[in-house]
């Protein structure tokens, strides 16, 4: 089964709209992060913003929120107020467990953002 | 965050030939990981370096393969052997800092390409 699913191969939104991508996870684990990256043309990964699965409280880092549901398993994405420099594919990643030395990551197959002017 | 770099950026290769990749951080690092990612794909974890011990491969690569040096806290090199077309893919160093558990950084990343 795969650990990350994103089910969005492809997504096209308006400027200065919302956007949310979406991300469910797989694991038995009680201790994980979930993590997002964006990644434009130039091939380099761009850490967005992470969420623990302690926290009491969605993460938040700008115009990136993250809506966290626990027993659903998802970690969605939102971007406010879209700008034409978000278009991007953008990945979202899972750690199982904290100890040292595990901090590979997961990834999953990523959704491609198209902003529109 | 620190500064991540990788040498080369980008690279065309001939098929057989060996390239060896880079990765320097301005920061103390605990493990390093090296991802592969082949055209249109997403990343797929190639191993773990540890400083001063032998490097955990995943699933499907091997040693002999892409052999991986840690000499020390800041520095890794990836190598990729005997290259076939199938190796064309970015490749990225992914340091842990230090201390730091709610972030993951990456380099900026090795463009290859194997004719």
């Known amino acids: 089964a795969q650990k990350i699913t994103q089910t969005q191969p492809g997504m096209f939104v308006q400027e200065k709209e919302a956007v949310t991508l979406d991300c469910t996870y797989d694991?038995?684990?009680?201790?994980?992060?979930l993590f997002w990256y964006k990644q434009p043309s130039s091939g380099e990964m761009i850490f967005l913003i992470y969420?623990?699965?302690?926290?009491?409280q969605n993460a938040t880092e700008g115009r990136y929120s993250l809506n966290f549901q626990k027993a659903r398993k998802s970690a969605n994405l939102v971007i406010s107020a879209s700008q034409l420099g978000d278009s991007a594919m953008y990945f979202c990643?899972?750690?199982?467990?904290?100890?040292?030395?595990?901090?590979?990551?997961?990834f999953g197959t990523g959704t491609r953002l198209t902003i529109i002017p | 965050s620190a500064v991540i770099s990788q040498k080369p950026s980008r690279d065309i290769c001939q098929r057989g030939t060996s390239l060896t990749i880079q990765c320097q951080v301005d920061?103390?690092?605990?493990?390093m990981f090296w991802y592969r990612q082949q055209p249109g794909q997403s990343l797929t974890l190639i191993a773990t370096a540890n400083q001063g011990s032998e490097a955990t491969y995943e699933s499907g690569f091997v040693i002999d393969k892409f052999p991986i040096s840690r000499p020390n806290l800041t520095f890794s090199t990836l190598t990729v052997s005997n290259m076939s077309p199938e190796d064309s893919s970015i490749y990225l160093c992914?340091?842990?800092?230090?201390?730091?558990?709610?972030?993951?950084?990456f380099g900026p990343g090795t463009r290859l390409t194997v004719l």
């Open positions: 990643a899972m750690r199982e467990g904290v100890s040292f030395g595990n901090e590979k990551l997961t």
């Open positions: 920061s103390q690092v605990t493990m």
């Open positions: 694991t038995s684990d009680p201790s994980y992060g």
């Open positions: 969420q623990g699965s302690y926290d009491q």
């Open positions: 992914s340091p842990t800092l230090v201390p730091s558990y709610n972030e993951q950084f």
